[in-house]
T-cell receptor
């Protein structure tokens, strides 16, 4: 059973408009949520994160919102640019007693920004 | 360029072959990870090493054997694989972010095909 779900496999947005990518989770023990971006033939790269004790984090054009009661988070990109076209992965982390972290990833949403 | 290098980028092997995947990072990170990404599935965590010690084995079959000789290098030794093991294998290392989150840096992956 998937603990982190991205229900939209793809999304198309016009350049300059807002892109909203969604992610749902089931485990209330997750302490951080992260978004990664992946271009073809490259590994995922870190984009932005949010702690479970916050409800919003902003970094330039990227804002992540967390709704703990709904177990839902979203990534907003404003304004969207053609270079934002990529696959976006939502990930949730849970700390282990070993001192490392377990990451659960969603299946990704492919964003296409149309010029 | 994330600072995590994986070789080879592509590998084709028969079910009776033995091969190894290599991962290298000189970012000063102490934790390293192996992930498997199959088509249309989320990234699956396979192994975690922290300060060269294996801290987690996510129920991975013994035909996958990890090795971490030092904090900068991680190997995945493969033997008698099955066709269903064909996937993208990603290596990552991690550091603590400003907000306390654990940020992973991924290599570009090795695309493995088992014939």
């Amino acid at each position: 059973d998937q603990q982190v779900k991205q229900n939209s496999p793809s999304l198309s947005v016009q350049e300059g408009r807002i892109s909203i990518l969604n992610c749902d989770y089931t485990n209330s023990m997750f302490d951080y949520f992260l978004w990664y971006k992946k271009y073809p033939a490259e590994g995922p790269t870190f984009l932005i994160s949010i702690s479970s004790i916050k409800d919003k984090n902003e970094d330039g054009r990227f804002t992540v919102f967390l709704n703990k009661s709904a177990k839902h988070l979203s990534l907003h990109i404003v304004p969207s640019q053609p270079g934002d076209s990529a696959v976006y992965f939502c990930a949730a982390s849970e700390s282990w007693t070993s001192g490392t972290y377990k990451y659960i990833f969603g299946t990704g949403t492919r964003l296409k920004v149309l010029a | 360029e994330t600072g995590v290098t994986q070789t080879p980028r592509h590998l084709v092997m028969g079910m009776t072959n033995k091969k190894s995947l290599k991962c290298e990072q000189h970012l000063g990170h102490n934790a390293m990870y192996w992930y498997k990404q199959s088509a249309k599935k989320p990234l699956e965590l396979m192994f975690v090493y922290n300060f060269k010690e294996q801290t987690e084995n996510n129920s991975v079959p013994s035909r996958f054997s990890p090795e971490c000789p030092n904090s900068s290098h991680l190997f995945l030794h493969l033997h008698t694989l099955q066709p269903e093991d064909s996937a993208l294998y990603l290596c990552a290392s991690s550091r603590k972010g400003a907000g306390g989150e654990n940020i992973q840096y991924f290599g570009a992956g090795t695309r493995l095909s088992v014939l």
